[in-house]
């Protein structure tokens, strides 16, 4: 089970929001570098970020907090990223610079074939984020929500070639209450690629009700506000997952 400590990028600070909303921000740090370096010295073994900005304006905009990061751990760990990937050149320019894996979101909804196109030009390196509220899809920063089946999409989606989903109950994030494991089952069962939980971790429970539905197809969890607010200790959460799952 991996722990994939989140790193939410706004103005070029580390701040982490509610339910989405950018005017519930709270800044955890100043040094986008030092913050991933921490993350790595306490164990990481991937390391989530999040371009708020750009998934707010549709392109780029935290570019050079993104890039100290990518400098900061080098190889030792793979780093994926989100928020305003809209084209191909700029899938070529973070993945050129070091990023492992890139994550589609609201495009993958809105322009499938640029998903389709992502997928035949970098395989192995598409993600996609979905983000739900009682089953259905989201889009523009959970905004407006679709008339879109998650399951139905994922597979359309798994077809295509993406590496893995990471699904998102937006009703959660932010909260500290709690994952929706039975929503992230489901979705898991019905595919064959992994799923990525997301969305309101909030104590080493949540990592033990994960680790036990491991093998339906939940590949790891973001850990976001709890691994910054203190409710969880996310190197002790690590070493339980590992104990659990015999790593």
Request: aromatic content about 6%; hydrophobic content about 45%.
């Amino acid at each position: 089970m991996l722990l994939i400590p989140a790193i939410d990028l706004k103005d070029g600070h580390c701040v982490r929001l509610k339910q989405g909303d950018m005017a519930q921000s709270t800044t955890f740090g100043e040094d986008p570098a030092a913050m991933a370096s921490s993350w790595l010295a306490k164990g990481a073994r991937r390391l989530h970020l999040v371009d708020l900005n750009g998934a707010f304006a549709g392109k780029p905009q935290n570019f050079a907090a993104i890039k100290s990061i990518l400098n900061a751990v080098g190889d030792d760990i793979p780093v994926q990223l989100g928020g305003g990937i809209r084209d191909l050149d700029t899938i070529e320019k973070y993945i050129d610079g070091g990023l492992r894996y890139v994550i589609i979101g609201t495009a993958a909804v809105k322009n499938p074939g640029f998903l389709k196109d992502a997928c035949a030009a970098f395989g192995g390196h598409i993600i996609v984020g979905l983000d739900a509220k009682d089953g259905k899809v989201a889009t523009d920063g959970w905004s407006k929500l679709t008339g879109h089946e998650v399951v139905d999409l994922a597979k359309k989606f798994e077809d295509w070639g993406v590496e893995s989903i990471i699904y998102t109950d937006i009703g959660r994030d932010g909260m500290l209450s709690g994952i929706n494991i039975e929503a992230t089952v489901k979705l898991a069962q019905a595919l064959t690629i992994p799923v990525i939980a997301s969305g309101g971790l909030s104590n080493m429970a949540d990592i033990e009700q994960l680790c036990a539905v491991e093998s339906e197809g939940v590949e790891g969890v973001i850990c976001g506000r709890a691994i910054y607010s203190g409710d969880l200790d996310f190197a002790a959460a690590q070493s339980r997952a590992d104990a659990l799952n015999g790593a």
